[in-house]
């Protein structure tokens, strides 16, 4: 086996490759950029390489930085993790002439399968089902109109060198036709520096299922079954899990032996993904194949027990697959929620910033459930503008689907992070979504669920019961530990505007009972103290976490995603509560504000200009995500607030209108 591996990546992918190593006894190098000379997988490493600084273009995508360091370090083998050079031919070609292993397929695989029309071309050959369309390269926008009607509406238009969920879009008409091909390909060429497109049927409502394959170097080939995908939002996943609720045993087989045979034909010899659209019918299209290892792994990991690192270190060292298709099975239920730094309450727009506190779930078994949390980021730690917006990956596994949603929504209750914007709150709002739960999912779930974008939600009464005790329960934490314990036993408690009348007590057992509108309920095993964010407790018999911070007159509680100003309140005062006058939001109308926090590109205004309604302002990018802000209305700009190569703060004022 070998005994030092390079792993050409950074951030959760690299700890995760790190862990295996360290299982296998095999030693690790890890290259880094200037933005992550500090980072988790820096320290867990064996040896480390400062390959550059921090513009991936500039270090972690420079091939011969990395076979300097392997080099440099004697490494036998580079794992390149997913994005950066993972599904690049010609780097897994200069790493077999160099003699250093890649742990990944061969590049004639990769090469066959890395470009969108190419693989679609090679698995219609093999007898996979491929979505309906055209095969071809359309050069004008005349004869991409004429193949869209020819194929029917609505179509899809892609770039055949796409990934990462650029270079899509969807027509529905001649109109969008034209606009949409000119429009992917200019992005085309400006991410993947290939403009080449394609068109095919687009999928009403479908459902993104893919199936996990591994291969070794003596022409096996085996599958680990489905993961379903559809929960994402700009064509990327948010939310996976294994198996799919769609399919049935003999559906799945029809995918897996499809998949295997796509990757027998191109001589596959590590893992991959075949990806499928599927229909709400149970119908199913080849999408694409990726030649890397996928985000969503652990799930497959969580419901098969192989490790698939490890199998694909196996698989390029040259041994023989020691699984058997008969042998695997599948065992309960796994989900995997991708913890981005986004805001989900801005249209989930990248939210950068310092980590500044980052409690994660216990991992493992715990009542009912087992935790795994895939991190590669500590508390105190920067995410940065340079690199994808994800923070880690929490994975809930359960004997059903049912007791694998219950275990994440615990799992996400006890994660707790600020500093940054993130989607916890969001996930949580998945997870506890009927819908969700009775697993009818298409890719438009974001979308159907969220219409006007994700706003938090209204608490149930469980919730309210939850907000309640663990305000009253601080309350009386704090008032003991001032030495002050409150004689006052009835409150009124105020859950943002809805006033409860609350009654506080102790039972024979010393747990604190709190009657809400008549309601009694128990309060025992409070883990809380001054300075926690989390406060812990079981009410009744269920245990909860609930998010805590005090504010001026109460406390701000995050329930899942619910968040509420709580106030404990003698009964006169909160009458007076009622009659406060609401506080105005500022007048923003006549300011430009960055929605993000990012770089500024461009601010082709300048002062006194008159500007026309749907006038480019201003341009923000952040994570490679260029955010274009245009004019609300006619007007006449009045000042200028920063310039291109500025870095702004959300909500910074860059452009005022007079
Ligand atoms: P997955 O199904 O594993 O999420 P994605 O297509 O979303 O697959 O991509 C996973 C990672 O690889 C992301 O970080 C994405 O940015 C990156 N990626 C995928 N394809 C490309 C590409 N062609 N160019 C650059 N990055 C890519
Ligand atoms: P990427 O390389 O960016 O991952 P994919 O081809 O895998 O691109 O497509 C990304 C997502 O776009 C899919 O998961 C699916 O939600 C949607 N999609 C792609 N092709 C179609 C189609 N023909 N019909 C409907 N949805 C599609
Ligand atoms: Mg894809």
Request: aromatic share 6%.
């Amino acid at each position: 086996m070998f005994d030092k591996i390079l792993i050409a990546n950074r951030g959760e992918i690299a700890v995760r490759v790190i862990k295996t190593c360290r299982k296998m006894g095999i030693k690790t190098v890890v290259v880094y950029s200037d933005a992550d000379a500090g980072s988790l997988a820096v320290e867990m490493a064996d040896e480390t390489v400062h390959i550059g600084p921090a513009p991936a273009a500039q270090s972690y995508l420079l091939q011969d930085k990395i076979v300097e360091a392997v080099k440099q370090t004697g490494a036998q083998a580079v794992h390149p993790g997913f994005g950066f050079l993972s599904e690049n031919a010609s780097f897994a070609r200069r790493l077999k002439e160099e003699g250093i292993a890649f742990i990944g397929p061969n590049p004639e695989a990769i090469d066959a399968m890395g470009d969108k029309i190419t693989s679609k071309k090679f698995a219609a050959d093999a007898g996979v089902s491929t979505v309906p369309g055209h095969m071809g390269l359309i050069e004008t926008t005349e004869e991409a109109v004429k193949i869209a009607r020819e194929i029917g509406y609505p179509v899809m238009i892609k770039a055949s060198a796409g990934g990462g969920g650029k270079g899509i879009r969807v027509a529905h008409s001649d109109e969008d036709m034209a606009e949409g091909f000119a429009a992917v390909k200019a992005e085309a060429i400006n991410a993947f520096g290939d403009d080449r497109v394609f068109l095919e049927k687009f999928i009403v409502d479908p459902r993104h299922i893919e199936i996990q394959v591994l291969g070794d170097k003596h022409g096996n080939v085996i599958h680990l079954f489905e993961r379903e995908c559809s929960i994402q939002r700009r064509n990327q996943k948010v939310i996976e899990e294994a198996p799919s609720p769609l399919l049935d045993e003999a559906t799945r087989q029809a995918m897996g032996a499809q998949a295997v045979a796509l990757a027998k034909a191109v001589n596959y010899d590590s893992a991959g993904t075949v990806e499928f659209v599927a229909g709400q019918d149970k119908s199913f299209y080849f999408l694409e194949m990726n030649t890397r290892l996928q985000v969503e792994h652990p799930v497959t990991e969580l419901i098969t027990g192989v490790d698939l690192v490890e199998q694909m270190i196996r698989s390029a060292w040259g041994e023989h697959l020691n699984l058997k298709q008969e042998e695997l099975k599948i065992n309960g239920w796994a989900i995997e929620s991708r913890i981005y730094a986004e805001d989900p309450y801005r249209g989930f727009l990248p939210s950068i910033g310092r980590l500044v506190r980052y409690e994660q779930p216990q991992e493992g078994e715990q009542d009912g459930y087992v935790v795994r949390n895939d991190s590669g980021v500590r508390e105190g730690d920067e995410i940065s503008m340079f690199y994808d917006p994800m923070i880690a990956k929490l994975c809930a596994w359960g004997e059903t689907r049912a007791a694998a949603i219950k275990g994440m929504a615990r799992a996400l209750e006890d994660t707790h992070l600020s500093g940054l914007g993130h989607n916890v709150p969001f996930l949580a709002a998945v997870m506890d979504q009927e819908r969700f739960q009775s697993g009818v999912l298409t890719t438009n779930y974001i979308k159907d669920e969220f219409p006007e974008g994700f706003n938090g939600v209204a608490p149930t009464e469980l919730q309210v019961k939850q907000l309640i005790a663990s305000a009253v329960a601080m309350n009386e934490v704090i008032a003991e530990q001032d030495g002050d314990p409150s004689e006052r036993a009835e409150w009124t408690v105020l859950v943002g505007k809805t006033a409860y009348e609350v009654e506080v007590g102790y039972d024979e057992d010393e747990d604190l009972t709190v009657i809400i509108n008549d309601e009694e309920v128990t309060v025992s095993e409070i883990d809380w103290r001054p300075g926690l964010s989390l406060f812990r407790a079981v009410l009744d018999d269920e245990a909860f976490t609930v998010e805590v911070k005090r504010a001026a007159d109460g406390f701000d509680i995050r329930s899942r995603a619910t968040k509420e100003r709580v106030r404990i309140l003698r009964p006169e005062i909160a009458s007076l509560y009622a009659m406060l006058p609401e506080k105005q939001a500022a007048d923003t109308s006549k300011l430009v504000l960055s929605p993000m926090p990012g770089l500024v590109v461009d601010i082709p205004v300048v002062e006194g200009q008159e500007v026309k309604q749907g006038e480019t302002v201003a341009i923000i990018e952040a994570m490679k995500m260029q955010n274009i802000l245009k004019a609300e209305r006619d007007g006449k700009v009045k000042s200028v607030k920063a310039k291109a190569g500025d870095p702004v703060a959300a909500d910074d004022v860059l452009v005022e209108f007079e």
